[in-house]
C-alpha cells in the first residue's frame, strides 16, 4: 500500500471518529463539562460548598459525645446518632469541626465552646458523584463514564491530526515547489 492511500483511509477515519465520536459522548461529556466547573467554583460559591466558618482556633476542647450533641440541634440535618453522620472533618486552625450528615447538611461547629457556628447544605459531593457517574450506579460510571473519557482521548488525538493535516500539506506543497523550482532553475534550457 502506497502512502497516498494510507493517508486518505487515516483522513477519512480520523473524520469519522471525530464525528461519530462526538455523538456518542455528548451528554456525559456535557455533564462532565458543566459538573467540573461548578467543583472548580466551589471554593469560591457557597451555593456548591459552604465556606469554612472561624471559631476559636487551637486544639479541639469538644468531646464526640458534644460534637454529636451540637450537631442534633440542627433539625435540617436530622441527625440523631452516629449512624445519620458521614463524616467529621476538623480543622484546628480555624477552631471548627464540619459535620456532615448523610443528607448533605453540613454542620459546624466551634471546638471550644461547642456552638453552632454554621448550618448549609453541601452540594459539592453530590456534584462530583455526577461529574464522576457515580451517582447514577457504579456500573454507569465504568460502562458510560469511562468509555466517553477514553473515547474523549481519541476525539483529541483525531482533532489534534486533523488540525495539524492542513499544515502538513501547505509544508509538502511548499517543499515540492521548491523542488520543482530547483529543478528548472538547474536544467538547462533545450
Given at each position: 500500500?502506497s502512502r497516498?492511500?494510507?493517508?486518505?483511509l487515516?483522513?477519512r477515519?480520523s473524520?469519522?471518529?471525530?464525528?461519530?465520536?462526538?455523538?456518542?459522548i455528548?451528554?456525559?461529556?456535557l455533564?462532565?463539562?458543566?459538573?467540573g466547573?461548578?467543583?472548580?467554583?466551589k471554593?469560591h460559591?457557597?451555593?456548591?460548598?459552604?465556606?469554612?466558618?472561624?471559631?476559636?482556633p487551637?486544639p479541639?476542647?469538644?468531646?464526640?459525645?458534644?460534637i454529636?450533641e451540637?450537631a442534633r440541634?440542627v433539625?435540617?440535618?436530622e441527625?440523631d446518632?452516629?449512624e445519620?453522620i458521614?463524616?467529621l472533618d476538623?480543622?484546628?486552625?480555624?477552631?471548627?469541626?464540619?459535620v456532615?450528615?448523610?443528607?448533605?447538611?453540613?454542620v459546624?461547629?466551634?471546638?471550644?465552646?461547642g456552638?453552632?457556628?454554621?448550618?448549609?447544605?453541601?452540594?459539592?459531593d453530590l456534584?462530583?458523584?455526577?461529574?464522576?457517574?457515580?451517582?447514577?450506579?457504579?456500573?454507569?460510571?465504568?460502562?458510560?463514564?469511562?468509555?466517553?473519557?477514553?473515547?474523549l482521548?481519541?476525539?483529541?488525538?483525531t482533532?489534534?491530526?486533523?488540525?495539524?493535516?492542513p499544515?502538513w500539506?501547505?509544508?509538502?506543497?511548499?517543499?515540492r515547489r521548491?523542488l520543482?523550482?530547483?529543478?528548472?532553475?538547474?536544467t538547462?534550457?533545450?
Amino acid at each position: 500500500m502506497s502512502r497516498r492511500p494510507a493517508l486518505k483511509l487515516l483522513n477519512r477515519w480520523s473524520r469519522k471518529a471525530h464525528r461519530f465520536g462526538t455523538i456518542v459522548i455528548a451528554l456525559p461529556l456535557l455533564l462532565v463539562i458543566s459538573t467540573g466547573i461548578l467543583l472548580q467554583l466551589k471554593k469560591h460559591v457557597a451555593w456548591v460548598q459552604p465556606p469554612t466558618a472561624t471559631g476559636t482556633p487551637g486544639p479541639p476542647a469538644l468531646s464526640f459525645e458534644e460534637i454529636l450533641e451540637g450537631a442534633r440541634t440542627v433539625e435540617e440535618a436530622e441527625i440523631d446518632s452516629w449512624e445519620d453522620i458521614l463524616l467529621l472533618d476538623v480543622r484546628p486552625g480555624k477552631g471548627i469541626v464540619k459535620v456532615r450528615a448523610k443528607n448533605r447538611w453540613e454542620v459546624q461547629l466551634d471546638t471550644k465552646r461547642g456552638q453552632v457556628v454554621q448550618v448549609a447544605y453541601r452540594r459539592s459531593d453530590l456534584i462530583e458523584s455526577l461529574h464522576d457517574g457515580s451517582f447514577f450506579h457504579e456500573a454507569a460510571r465504568l460502562w458510560v463514564f469511562l468509555p466517553s473519557g477514553l473515547v474523549l482521548l481519541g476525539l483529541w488525538f483525531t482533532g489534534l491530526y486533523l488540525w495539524a493535516l492542513p499544515i502538513w500539506a501547505k509544508a509538502a506543497g511548499q517543499r515540492r515547489r521548491a523542488l520543482q523550482d530547483a529543478k528548472t532553475r538547474t536544467t538547462p534550457p533545450k
